[in-house]
């Protein structure tokens, strides 16, 4: 349980290094001034990938202003460990483009395992956008070849095998998961990695519904759409 929550607030975060050489009475501020560094980040990187795929500059700096102030964001000022997900989803947005358009995945790579060791819930977090991207440029591209479905399946497996690199951090977290003190007050299962069909229906309700149930920290796009 320590190893979770620790990891889960930014012992693992590169970006973190930063508080090491101030005193402890300016922790605080520090930090904060990381938190919203990362929500200037996000703006940032989207607005660079917006720039990758158009040259409307009054698009991409409303886009990148919605984006950044999203409710997904704002929500999550209060616990800021997840907002690497922020800047790193554009940049492996334009990662998984270079290595399905060029065959090249040093990037996409090292920014999967870099996020998954920075944080495993932002890691969670970014392979399920990946996904529903991919799923949406597979949807748009109506010529998919034998190649594409190849491409696809090696950009899978590069994304996996990077979660497999991360286990030095991840390991740690499921064997805690599955044994953690805090399963007895879940309410749901006898482990915190898999629970009866009565969560999952709670789950798909609180995604869509707004702060008004016992989950409410799972409508990510409820909070998306504000």
Same mark, same amino acid.
């Given at each position: 349980?320590?190893?979770?929550?620790?990891?889960?607030?930014?012992?693992?975060?590169?970006?973190?290094?930063?508080?090491?050489?101030?005193?402890?009475?300016?922790?605080?501020?520090?930090?904060?001034?990381?938190?919203?560094?990362?929500?200037?980040?996000?703006?940032?990187?989207?607005?660079?990938?917006? $720039?990758?795929?158009?040259?409307?500059? #009054?698009?991409?700096?409303?886009? %990148? *202003?919605?984006?950044?102030? =999203?409710? +997904?964001? @704002?929500?999550?000022?209060?616990?800021?460990?997840?907002?690497?997900?922020?800047?790193?989803?554009?940049?492996?947005?334009?990662?998984?483009?270079?290595?399905?358009?060029?065959?090249?995945?040093?990037?996409?790579?090292?920014?999967?395992?870099?996020?998954?060791?920075?944080?495993?819930?932002?890691?969670?977090?970014?392979?399920?956008?990946?996904?529903?991207?991919?799923?949406?440029?597979?949807?748009?591209?109506?010529?998919?070849?034998? $190649?594409?479905?190849?491409?696809?399946? #090696?950009?899978?497996?590069?994304? %996996? *095998?990077?979660?497999?690199? =991360?286990? +030095?951090? @991840?390991?740690?977290?499921?064997?805690?998961?599955?044994?953690?003190?805090?399963?007895?007050?879940?309410?749901?299962?006898?482990?915190?990695?898999?629970?009866?069909?009565?969560?999952?229906?709670?789950?798909?309700?609180?995604?869509?519904?707004?702060?008004?149930?016992?989950?409410?920290?799972?409508?990510?796009?409820?909070?998306?759409?504000?």
């Amino acid at each position: 349980d320590p190893w979770v929550t620790l990891t889960y607030y930014g012992l693992t975060d590169p970006m973190n290094l930063i508080l090491v050489p101030f005193s402890q009475n300016l922790l605080p501020t520090i930090f904060s001034i990381i938190t919203l560094f990362k929500l200037y980040l996000s703006g940032v990187a989207f607005g660079w990938y917006a $720039s990758t795929r158009s040259a409307d500059h #009054k698009a991409i700096a409303i886009g %990148a *202003l919605v984006y950044t102030f =999203s409710g +997904f964001f @704002l929500f999550w000022l209060f616990c800021p460990g997840i907002m690497s997900t922020g800047y790193l989803f554009p940049i492996l947005l334009y990662a998984i483009d270079k290595a399905f358009d060029k065959n090249k995945y040093t990037l996409f790579a090292v920014l999967t395992l870099f996020a998954y060791v920075t944080n495993y819930y932002a890691g969670m977090t970014l392979s399920f956008m990946l996904m529903v991207y991919a799923i949406i440029r597979i949807i748009y591209n109506k010529n998919l070849s034998k $190649s594409s479905v190849y491409k696809y399946g #090696k950009i899978v497996l590069a994304h %996996a *095998l990077c979660i497999i690199s =991360s286990l +030095f951090v @991840l390991l740690p977290i499921l064997i805690a998961l599955s044994g953690g003190s805090r399963i007895a007050s879940s309410g749901y299962s006898d482990s915190l990695l898999w629970f009866n069909w009565e969560y999952y229906v709670d789950l798909l309700i609180s995604m869509f519904t707004p702060f008004n149930n016992a989950m409410n920290y799972w409508n990510f796009p409820y909070k998306s759409i504000t």
